[in-house]
């Protein structure tokens, strides 16, 4: 992990953004969405939990940026770089081969029965295959077409184990696979295209 961090900053990946406080600001803001996923609340915990969010949104409003100064395109160090939006999960290799990756799916992905939405399996593949052929490929990409085929229940609060790699390139055109284990059992799996933008494509 320390390899990768140090790769990540040669190339000016700043890992101080949003400071020493930030990874544990996003860890809470989770701690807040698995409690939200599955709180009923009484009347009063509502008001009460509203008027303490109201609050706090106003103070965050004082230090929102604009998307490309987040914290989210560097912090490399912080699972999922800090990104609420992602399945947390941790990088423990990376390189133009593919990624291999740690990722648990938390109370807040949850679809029914205790495991994870489908939609949120999703999201973990395609943030992590977008990972594997931008390494790949050496330069920025862009989710084209995803799969995903679900094979067993993917379980919440577990450390799951994600490998995504290239498997070719023609072009502009990388095609890339992913597999989600739950130890030996495989939950689920996935291949997709991403496409290399031009210079200055939006
Ligand atoms: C580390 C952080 C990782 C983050 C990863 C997150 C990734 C994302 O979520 S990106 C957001 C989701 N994706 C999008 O919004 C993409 C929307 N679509 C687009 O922007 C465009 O369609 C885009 C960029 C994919 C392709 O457009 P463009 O650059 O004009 O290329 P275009 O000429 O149409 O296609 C290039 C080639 O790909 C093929 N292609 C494009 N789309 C598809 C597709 N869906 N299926 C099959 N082939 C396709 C084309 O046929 C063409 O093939 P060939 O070169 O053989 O003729």
């Given amino acids: 992990m320390s390899e990768l961090i140090n790769a ?19 860890e ?19 008001l009460d939990a509203i008027g303490i969010l109201k609050q ?23 699972p999922a770089r800090g990104n609420i939006t992602l399945p947390p999960f941790m990088i423990d290799h990376a390189d133009s081969s593919g990624v291999d990756a740690r990722l648990t799916f938390r109370n807040y992905h949850l679809g029914g029965n205790n495991a994870a939405h489908g ?7 395609d943030d992590l295959l977008g990972m594997a052929a931008a390494m790949h490929a ?4 862009r989710t084209a077409s995803l799969t995903v085929d679900y094979r067993s229940v993917t379980p919440l609060n577990t450390e ?13 055109k990388v095609f890339v696979r992913a597999t989600l284990h739950d130890g030996d059992r495989l939950c689920a799996e996935a291949h997709g295209l991403f496409i290399v933008l031009k210079p200055g494509q939006a």
Avoid: C
């Fill in 56 to 78: 706090l949104n106003d103070k965050l409003d004082a230090a929102v940026v604009n998307e490309w100064s987040t914290p989210t395109w560097t912090r490399f160090d912080l």
């Fill in 28 to 46: 809470q803001v989770r701690g807040l969405m698995d409690r939200a996923r599955l709180v009923s609340p009484t009347d009063e915990l509502a």
């Fill in 119 to 125: 939609g949120q399996v999703a999201v973990g593949f």
């Fill in 138 to 141: 050496g330069s920025i990409t």
């Fill in 160 to 172: 799951l184990k994600v490998r995504a790699w290239a498997e070719r390139q023609e072009g502009r």
């Fill in 8 to 26: 990540r900053e040669e190339r000016g990946a700043d890992i101080s953004r949003g400071g020493p406080y930030y990874g544990e600001l996003i």
